[in-house]
T-cell receptor
Framework: NAGVTQTPKFRVLKTGQSMTLLCAQDMNHEYMYWYRQDPGMGLRLIHYSVGEGTTAKGEVPDGYNVSRLKKQNFLLGLESAAPSQTSVYFC?????????FGPGTRLTVL | DQQVKQNSPSLSVQEGRISILNCDYTNSMFDYFLWYKKYPAEGPTFLISISSIKDKNEDGRFTVFLNKSAKHLSLHIVPSQPGDSAVYFCAASRGSGGSNYKLTFGKGTLLTVNP
């Protein structure tokens, strides 16, 4: 049981490049989330999904897209990366009220 | 508008002493509160929670107190250990069930426990 895993762990992009972050969970959870953590800002919700095939916007969705084609996977895409998207990204899944977080992806946009 | 506030960015205590981390909230609709702990280069992990129908919840060395009238909660760690050194996030939501997708986090407090 790996819990919540994220790929990749680190990435450096140039402004304008695109990339996809992958989140996978093996706990059969319905709800999945993408957060970003910035210094002094806490965790902010980007997008979330309440089940396979569904997605919704969180607090800071601009510049990101998501897809949940399979229940166990939640993808976060950056179509045209900007320096403001430099952050640590955390994926999480939920059963009941408890979120299980992945280890994070540190993204730097130059 | 910050609905969950952790006004102390950092806290330093001696091993064996009590650590008290504070959290204030402004939204009176919040009725479920959680504390998460985060080590560097890892994701946050759930520590302890409390429902608004209680004013105290205890789990081993960790106790969370809730003062609804003051919209304030605190996490007590007794005794503190060096392994408790981490960032602690306070979080709040409306409801504790599976539909509580909107979990609002504070900015976190870095706890350092000195040997």
């Amino acid at each position: 049981n790996a819990g919540v895993t994220q790929t990749p762990k680190f990435r450096v992009l140039k402004t304008g490049q695109s990339m996809t972050l992958l989140c996978a969970q093996d706990m059969n959870h319905e709800y999945m989330y993408w957060y970003r953590q910035d210094p002094g800002m806490g965790l902010r919700l980007i997008h979330y999904s309440v089940g396979e095939g569904t997605t919704a916007k969180g607090e800071v969705p601009d510049g990101y897209n998501v897809s949940r084609l399979k229940k166990q996977n939640f993808l976060l895409g950056l179509e045209s990366a900007a320096p403001s998207q430099t952050s640590v990204y955390f994926c999480a899944s939920t059963i009941g009220g408890f979120r299980f977080f992945g280890p994070g992806t540190r993204l730097t946009v130059l | 508008d910050q609905q969950v506030k952790q006004n102390s960015p950092s806290l330093s205590v001696q091993e064996g002493r009590i650590s008290i981390l504070n959290c204030d909230y402004t939204n009176s609709m919040f009725d479920y509160f959680l504390w998460y702990k985060k080590y560097p280069a890892e994701g946050p992990t759930f520590l302890i929670s409390i429902s608004s129908i209680k004013d105290k919840n205890e789990d081993g060395r960790f106790t969370v107190f809730l003062n609804k009238s003051a919209k304030h909660l605190s996490l007590h760690i007794v005794p503190s250990q060096p392994g408790d050194s981490a960032v602690y996030f306070c979080a709040a939501s409306r409801g504790s069930g599976g539909s509580n997708y909107k979990l609002t986090f504070g900015k976190g407090t870095l706890l350092t426990v000195n040997p």
